[in-house]
């Protein structure tokens, strides 16, 4: 049965709930929604209440116009609401980077993991090329190009161009689509060129777990180990042999344990 939050603009964000416990919610990344991480939710509800929701403008979510990364924070803090006033919550990709904004905004979040947050490093040509991917990713999608939108992110990130050419023609990627934005919005694409936002993780209050593959391109372990050395209270776990798609019969013991750990530790 799906259920339904409404955030402070008065968008429905739908989300299942499932098991019992201590409360987590998870946070997809870009062209996921409820089914990407139904079945780690399904592990994970062995110990916890977990919520799974759509991000706004996908699967059963609503939308309302104009977007910020705000509204998405407002979204969470309503999911939070509704399972108890607080909650642990774990983020994948760009997830990871929306659940880093909402716990430096102060919600009340009990214990935070970061699955591969794909920021990019403080070089300008790195940053110069981040800014342009967004720029015409968003171009396309403005002329209603999302099959070429669609490319142009999987190219970048690597897919050969066969693989991306299927992909990109898939109908739910393309009814996912119009929502890239929001995740190069969450990423600080945009304004930053992709950096490390520095000053949100040094705000995170909340005891935090960085995850990264063995497998995954180098950046992502960089990334992760330069965010655990910044947050207050921050730890690191390398998953072998794993990539950007780990399993949840992989990721699942690791969140276990870490959203599990004693409260003092």
Avoid: W
């Avoid at 699955?115 to 940053?127: A, L, M, Q, V």
């Avoid at 693989?163 to 890239?180: F, H, K, L, V």
């Avoid at 934005?181 to 000053?199: K, L, S, W």
């Avoid at 995170?204 to 593959?213: E, K, S």
């Amino acid at each position: 049965m799906t259920h339904f939050a409404t955030s402070a603009d008065g968008t429905r964000i739908a989300y299942d709930r499932l098991g019992g416990g201590p409360a987590v919610v998870l946070i997809g990344g870009m062209f996921c929604a409820r089914p990407a991480t139904r079945e780690l939710a399904g592990r994970l509800a062995e110990r916890f209440t977990v919520l799974n929701y759509d991000r706004r403008g996908r699967g059963e979510s609503g939308d309302t116009a104009p977007y910020a990364v705000r509204r998405e924070v407002e979204d969470l803090a309503a999911l939070i609401t509704e399972a108890g006033g607080s909650a642990a919550v774990y983020g994948h990709s760009s997830g990871a980077g929306l659940a880093l904004e909402a716990a430096a905004a102060g919600l009340p979040i009990t214990r935070l993991v970061l699955h591969e947050p794909p920021y990019g490093s403080d070089d300008e040509d790195e940053r110069r090329t981040a800014r342009e991917l967004a720029e015409n990713v968003q171009a396309a999608l403005k002329d209603d190009r999302r099959a070429d939108a669609i490319k142009l992110f999987l190219a970048a990130s690597g897919m050969p161009p066969e693989t991306a050419e299927g992909t990109a023609a898939d109908p739910d990627m393309q009814a996912i689509a119009p929502t890239m934005p929001y995740d190069f919005e969450v990423m600080g694409d945009t304004a930053r060129g992709g950096a490390i936002p520095e000053d949100l993780a040094r705000a995170v209050a909340a005891p935090t777990l960085l995850i990264a593959g063995s497998a995954s391109p180098p950046f992502f372990r960089d990334t992760a180990t330069r965010l655990t050395a910044l947050l207050p209270n921050g730890e690191y776990t390398l998953l072998e042999g794993q990539d950007h798609a780990a399993p949840a019969d992989q990721a699942a013991p690791v969140i276990t344990a870490f959203l599990a750990a004693d409260p003092q530790r």
